[in-house]
């Protein structure tokens, strides 16, 4: 691929992240104000100048454009930068920096999440008008979860159901949530980096106890 398809390419991308995100960004808008069943897709399509063929290119309901594509939780130069950082280790060994590659990611995601702050308060402001989104919000953390795992398997050189990946998109995931949760609590001042870095801290400090594991009583296997 030469240089000026590489810029075409990534142009093209670019204006097709913008265009989902602003379909997003409107359907959240409309649904906060007045629930699902209170406005058309040739409404989002009116607002944000497409036509109905491209809305449903990007998503097949209005429930999945408020819910968001999962290619825009992570930018892709934050993603690759984070699986570049373990090729410097054997495949299949975990590398020594994952931990602090990882909160190191979070932190970078939290820049990211300060940036579409607006669209995550209108997000609540959906579920409280639609609480049955709930059920779908579970099932797309999970698939975002799975691909996450995939990503730090793929940076490990390691299976996905490793249970150091395990465990680390899970404790991740967990730990974000808990943070997200604070930071958008009535009356919270605090920036969310910083409940970010507190309780990652917390966590790291538990996990850095010494432990015995227990040694079986007779007569159990």
Do not use: W
């Not at 609480?131 to 975002?144: A, F, H, K, M, N």
């Not at 730990?175 to 507190?198: D, W």
């Amino acid at each position: 691929m030469n240089e000026s398809a590489a810029i075409e390419g990534g142009l093209r991308e670019r204006k097709r992240a913008a265009t989902r995100a602003a379909i997003t960004s409107i359907t959240r808008k409309l649904t906060a104000e007045r629930g699902l069943s209170g406005y058309t897709v040739e409404e989002v399509c009116e607002q944000a100048d497409i036509s109905r063929r491209t809305f449903f290119n990007y998503f097949p309901t209005k429930e999945d454009a408020v819910l968001g594509h999962i290619d825009d939780d992570i930018p892709a130069g934050v993603l690759e930068e984070f699986i570049a950082g373990g090729h410097a280790s054997p495949a299949g060994e975990i590398s020594p920096t994952l931990f602090q590659d990882l909160v190191r990611l979070s932190l970078k995601l939290s820049e990211h999440m300060a940036a579409s702050e607006e669209e995550t308060r209108q997000l609540i402001g959906v579920v409280k008008k639609e609480p049955q989104l709930i059920l779908r919000i579970i099932g797309v953390t999970e698939q975002r979860e799975a691909q996450f795992a995939r990503d730090v398997a793929l940076r490990e050189g390691v299976a996905p159901d490793h249970p150091v990946v395990q465990m680390a998109v899970v404790l991740l995931g967990t730990i974000a949530r808990k943070s997200s949760m604070a930071y958008f609590s009535e009356g919270n001042t605090r920036p969310y980096s910083e409940l970010l870095m507190e309780n990652i801290s917390a966590a790291s400090e538990l996990f850095s106890q010494p432990f015995e594991l227990p040694v079986p009583a007779e007569g159990h296997s």
